[in-house]
């Protein structure tokens, strides 16, 4: 069998974009692309939808909304409502409701979808031979452009003893049948703090441990500290500045140890989750297509294109924001700049990054260490959501809003701690993306007796010049 | 069965044997011992073989940057000559 080794654009190709990933990253332009008439292709190793709606914000957003009922019954008596009998956690019900989630996102549907639409769905490893030419399960494909979304692996930290004691992912833990008495998170990023707010509201006796000195570190430092005080309310035990050094098995339980500032703390669980990070998965013979990468991901210009110029890349593979939204808006910017003269570029100066717990904490925009950083002078305006009419009528008064503001005013980043905090966000989200002056929220109407009047009252409390 | 493409463009299926070749003697270009050598080498071609598993194809460039890979745990040295110097493929 001979193939083209010149590495020129093949004459004839067998389609106009092959899609690496069906996730949010890939499935998004190959919509676009079929939609606007051209000959697309997927190629897909795993589950169709990818990461999101099979592993990752559906399901464990089905495992929250069932904590915060638990939640919620547990206090029904604090409303006048008598509840007999104790509420318990029903596992095999609970992950056939968390299953319901998933399969009503259709992603079991996704291969029969594609076809219906027109778009070829190729099966199994991607990998390139040329920068033209892609190689699954043998077979070889060429297409005038390439869209890769191969989305991330975990990033399993190199702890002695963690691979021969064994582990759990989220993908696992979300599994659970039974779940452990004891549980470790590795990591206390979004993923960490998620499944502990999980674990903990449904009794298990859960640990996180984060390496840097608070929880959602990269946030402003309130909301770390609330966090963990909040979690240390529900009986978490929390260790921050704190690094799991040794892990060693102990009959059926599972032994971590723990460094906090040089003091080592054996701590004995049932199971270790792993939360600490992710890997873009790049391991699809990009060297032969000449893209650059690295350990963090694909190389790309705003314009989501990588340095091989008919190849682009979106979502978690590019090493950004790992969200579902930046996915899907980076590869609706690939999909309209692949063909086109007129380029679209990716803005990230306005985008909300949410975790899930109870309250609910969301922020967007810059933080105040990137603003130091940026040597940006600016201004808070916050507030506490204790005093807010909403807050008095569902009994939930932890919280804040906090705004940055430039000397102008110009709103250029927020974070909100609140019950509905992740839709909180977009009026600030909207605030910055069209940098608007925080005044133009303060002179705006807001519903009373509602959460986002906590904004409005953050908001005035910035000098607008 | 896993086939590479080779430089002048045909495939053949993939030899193992190959890959404990060309380690062994990137090994004994920068002097390692013959018994070392070939103890990397065989640890070597596990983790190759282990990468490829679920590929169907690959370039014999990306069969050397992968030995080239798992060889710099052992002997960076070897890596380097492995990645650089055409020594058996």
Redesign the interface.
Known sequence: MTYQTKHVPPKIADFDVIVIGTGSGGGVGAHMLNKDGKKVAVVEQETMGGECPNYGCIPTKALLQAAETLDTINSAENFGIKVSGKAEVDYPALKAWKDKAVWNTGTHAGEQSYKEDGVAVLRGHAHFIDPWTLSVKGKRYTAKRFLIASGTSDFVPPIPGLKETGYIGYREALEFEKPPKKLFIIGGGAIGCEFTEIFSTFGVDVHIAEATERLAGKEDSEIGDLIQALFERKGVHVHVDSKVVKVEKKGAQKVVHVDTNGKVTKITVDEIMLAAGKIANTDLGLENAGVEFSRRGIKVSREMQTTTEHIYAAGDVTGGYMFTHVANYESRIAAQNMFSTLKHHADYSAVPRCIFISPEVASVGLTEAELKEKGIEYQVGATSTGWLGRANTSQKDTGFVKILANKKGIILGASIVAPRAGEMIHELTLAIQWKMKASKIKYTIHAFPTWNQAIRSAAAKIDCK | MQ?I?K?????EPYDEKKVYAAVYAACLSVREPSGSAELVADKVMTDVNT?IE??????A??IR?QGAKHLKAYNPDASHMLLNHRIVW
């Open positions: 086939h493409v430089r002048a463009g045909h495939t990468w679920k590929k169907h194809e690959v370039t460039n990306d940057r």
